[in-house]
């Protein structure tokens, strides 16, 4: 939060700021005013969400390819520019280069385009992640025992894994706070039984908007030996299972990381933020993804399910997604550009005046 960066300059301390998300998702708020200057948002009125609006190029935000107006944060989605989170985040990451230094959960090969406009922007830029990777570097024994999920996980979905052949098995997870209709939880469903693919789903209790999490049990006869539904799970250690074959995701950061580093190719349907942009990106400049329709109908499950599990385009993003598991162990490795920079923070952002 941006609100730290007056109090470390009244305190007299170090300051930086820590950007979660990705840095192609901070590169759309920060254009947010831009937006506004060229006459583009606020929209009008609703008009814009089923007459094509969205679907318009952008071909003037730096380092940002192949992006339209539907690809950016989805809190330009408004006809009030004073909207809370439209409002909140724009301003957001404009403060972030008021801070000494931003840090970016990224490396820089996989967004190295959006680094490089950001760096000629702000020059006190360290991209250091992926950071689960870098961790990899210091002794378990310096973290927590407990872990960073506020859920509680199911560690025999690992054993159940263990039984399954490699590349078998579509794992789907669509985060922490991801919701959606009691329809389209049943259309995920019937798209995952008709695949007839092997798959482990994690189901939170309170994943259905104002409702719980109910399934047929038509459902549950039809997929009872290939599928398995529990409420969470150790999800990095998941991925990193050798009978992992995709992955359906919401294209939170944290999630498309983790399945960039375990070399996993994706199955997109973002919710709402920069997931939007993080899934243009999987399918498009990173070539490990495809997108599901937002109103998503199980046919269209069953289809990709299949195409990625089984088909030509599905085998080519798997061997892109292990090139990328390849360039992200290489970046967080000790001469690697991620490694080098958490250095070079320490160093010359955090030991400053020491």
């Known amino acids: 939060m941006s609100f730290a960066i007056k109090a470390g300059e009244e305190l007299g301390i170090p ?18 005013t831009e937006l506004i200057k060229r006459g583009i948002l606020p929209f009008k ?13 952008i071909n003037w935000i730096p380092g940002m390819k192949n992006i339209r107006l539907k ?26 280069l008021k801070s000494s230094v931003i840090i970016f959960n990224t490396f820089e090969e996989f967004e190295h385009e959006v680094l490089e406009a950001l760096l000629a922007k702000f020059p006190h830029v360290y991209n250091i992640g992926p ?47 991801t ?31 104002g409702d719980s999490a109910i399934l ?57 933020a920069e997931q939007q942009t993080n899934c243009r990106y999987a399918c498009t400049t990173w070539e490990i993804g495809v997108e599901v329709n937002e109103d998503v109908k199980r046919h269209e499950i069953e289809a990709l399910v299949k195409e990625m599990m089984e088909g030509e385009k599905g085998k080519a993003m798997r061997q892109k997604a292990r090139e990328w598991k390849k360039k992200a ?8 550009s991620s490694f080098k920079n958490f250095e070079r923070l320490i160093k010359e952002a955090l030991l400053v005046g020491e």
Not at 71 to 96: K, Y
Not at 216 to 236: A, V
Not at 239 to 256: E, Y
């Open 216 to 272: 047929p049990e038509e459902f549950f006869e039809e997929t009872k030996d290939r599928g398995l539904l529990t409420s969470w799970c150790s999800q990095d250690k998941v991925l990193a299972h050798p009978s992992i074959g995709v992955f359906l995701t919401h294209c939170g950061w944290n999630s498309t990381l983790e399945s960039v580093s375990a070399g996993v190719p994706i199955i997109c349907w973002p919710f709402f």
């Open 45 to 57: 009125d609703e008009s814009f969400k089923d007459d094509g609006t969205l679907d318009k190029p």
């Open 131 to 177: 950071l689960h990777l870098l961790g990899r570097h210091v002794p378990e024994s310096h973290f927590m025992s407990q872990g960073p999920s506020l859920w509680k996980e199911d560690s025999k979905c690992l054993q159940w894994l263990d039984k399954r052949e490699s590349n078998s098995v579509v794992y789907v997870n669509y985060g922490s706070i």
């Open 15 to 32: 300051e930086v700021q820590f950007w979660t998300a990705s840095a192609c998702g901070f590169m759309g708020y920060l254009n947010f």
């Open 179 to 209: 919701v959606m209709s009691d329809q389209h939880l049943k259309e995920f469903a019937w798209g995952l039984a008709n695949s007839k693919h092997t798959f482990l789903w994690i189901v939170r209790p309170d994943v259905v908007m």
């Open 329 to 336: 162990m290489e970046a967080t490795d000790f001469e690697g």
């Open 71 to 96: 690809d950016l944060p989805t809190f330009i989605r408004t006809t009030d520019i004073t909207e809370t989170m439209f409002d909140f985040l724009g301003s957001e990451a404009q403060n972030c």
